[in-house]
């Protein structure tokens, strides 16, 4: 990854009585505080440089031989600051992907602009900033990662949307002609400065490449990159999908009802119910984020996926309209689904049933849907990234629905659904809390010309039956 030193002289700076100081023969008359941090430091060479103490200087009162400035909303808190005096002082400092956000941030602050000096910080980590770490695939990810610590800053200062445009003309671009940082490789990698040259060859990455590393990103960051990669129109719709599913299996590992459970009686019994709360509104929000990232076109996901998708759905409570949006998906591809798939938890309280039945016949009306004119897709107005939608993710409602008209259930996938259902049948039929009307909503929810035979529905009967 790409680095810059700014300064020559040696550090200086020290630490006594829990007052950071510089060693000088020159008496200090600056002290400034940082977030519960007291600097001792000189007017000349920061007030030089900064403006905004220089303002400060002028407006708070002088005691004995020391101005006092106070910074207590001070972006990037104490390290940010004291990289900024040391670059005041001459004295090297290192910048790098994993603190340029906080240094950019803490330099626009204390206004260190070519107003106040030529070849102030503030410049020359624009320099940096556009000419290397934009340039680099990791240093971009990790710069897009550190800008959650100072959302507003980074709206602000354009650092958020260059890193998530950077990012998507990386991917965008054929690896081919890449020469990057990525998953495959990061231990291969030795640091090299912003002018070196890289110290070994790496093969060329392959058409996935980019997916593992985009998912370390917050979801905020992660979508509005999507959407800025589905944009380009360039990345086959598959992969899309598989770097979809790779991001759910980082962010949503084995969400299952005993987990629900077990998270639920924990914040009845000690203090972490607002923990509780806030990690599941947290996964909520990510899986609904996920569903309006998936690609329209049919095959793009597997159908095993989508199952997993709907099962964590159900039992994080996501918006209606997020389960019916999954709902549609699997129906279009429930040919493939196999009976574990099926076997969707229910958490409603109201009923002891071990799995939701109501979550698979809406399922299978969405299936036999799918000869006649597709609905309109219901609104997403419930979802918390609807704000954030641009043109491309608008789009994706239309292109859903003409997969829908190209995608009618053929005699053969009614079939297999049907054989599918009757294994359903005797799965669930083993719960002695499963209502006789759900069974027969079931079995009718397929045609009776869709089963080669009734062997199989029989004998899930027999099961049925005998449990009760």
């Known amino acids: 990854m790409k680095f810059m030193k700014l300064g020559s002289r040696p550090d200086t700076f ?31 060479p920061l007030l030089s440089k900064c403006l905004r103490l220089q303002r400060l200087c002028s407006e708070s009162p002088e005691t004995s031989q020391h101005h006092i400035v106070q910074l207590p909303d001070f972006p990037g808190g104490v390290e940010a600051f004291e990289l900024c005096a040391k670059f005041c002082y001459g004295i090297t400092v290192t910048v790098s992907a994993f603190n ?21 910080l503030a410049y020359k980590l624009e320099v940096f900033f556009n000419s290397c770490i934009l340039h680099g695939w990791k240093d971009s990810i990790v710069t897009l990662q550190s800008t959650k610590e100072f959302p507003l800053w980074s709206e602000d200062l354009g650092i958020t949307s260059r890193c998530i445009e950077a990012i998507a003309s990386k991917v965008l671009t054929h690896p081919s002609k890449m020469s990057l940082s990525h998953s495959y490789s990061r231990r291969e990698r030795d640091d090299e400065s912003c002018n070196g040259a890289e110290s070994r060859r790496h ?32 990345i086959p719709s598959n992969l899309i999908g598989e770097a979809l599913k790779i991001y759910a299996d980082r962010w949503l590992p084995n969400i299952s009802r005993e987990r629900h459970v077990n998270k639920q009686v924990a914040s009845d019994s000690d203090s972490d119910s607002d923990s509780t709360f806030e990690i599941t509104s947290r996964q909520r929000a990510l899986l609904e984020a996920i569903v309006t990232l998936l690609p329209a076109e049919k095959g793009a996901v597997s159908c095993s ?4 998708l709907l099962k964590a759905a159900n039992i994080l409570n996501t918006s209606s309209s997020s389960k019916m949006e999954l709902a549609r998906r699997v129906a279009l591809q429930l040919e493939e689904a196999t009976v574990r798939d099926l076997l969707i938890p229910s958490i409603s309280y109201a009923n002891s049933s071990v799995y939701d039945v109501d979550l698979v016949i809406t399922i299978l009306e969405q299936f036999m849907l799918q000869g006649q004119s597709p609905p309109t897709s ?81 004998r899930a009967i027999d099961i049925y039956l005998k449990v009760k």
Not at 204 to 227: C, F, N, Q, V
Not at 305 to 308: S, T
């Open 305 to 308: 996926f989508l199952l997993k």
């Open 203 to 234: 093969k060329p990455p392959g058409k996935g490449w980019w997916a593992e590393d985009m998912a370390e990103l917050s979801i905020d960051l992660y979508w509005r990159t999507m959407i800025a990669v589905k944009s380009g129109g360039k």
């Open 14 to 44: 020290y630490t006594s009585e829990a007052v950071r100081s510089v060693s000088s023969e020159v008496s200090s008359d600056l002290i400034v505080q940082v977030k519960g941090s007291r600097y001792l430091l000189h007017k000349f």
């Open 378 to 458: 219901p609104p997403r107005s419930k979802l918390g990234f609807e704000r954030r939608r641009s043109r491309s993710a608008e789009n994706i409602d239309l292109e859903f629905q003409e997969s829908r008209r190209s995608s009618s259930a053929s005699h053969g996938s009614k079939l297999k659904v049907a054989k599918l259902v009757d294994g359903y049948l005797q799965k669930i039929s083993r719960d002695v809390n499963l209502p006789l009307s759900k069974f027969i909503a079931l079995a009718e929810a397929i045609p009776y010309f869709s089963r080669l035979d009734h062997d199989d529905l029989y």
């Open 100 to 120: 340029i956000v906080a240094v950019r941030c803490a330099a626009e602050y204390l206004q260190m602009t070519e107003d106040v000096e030529k070849g102030n």
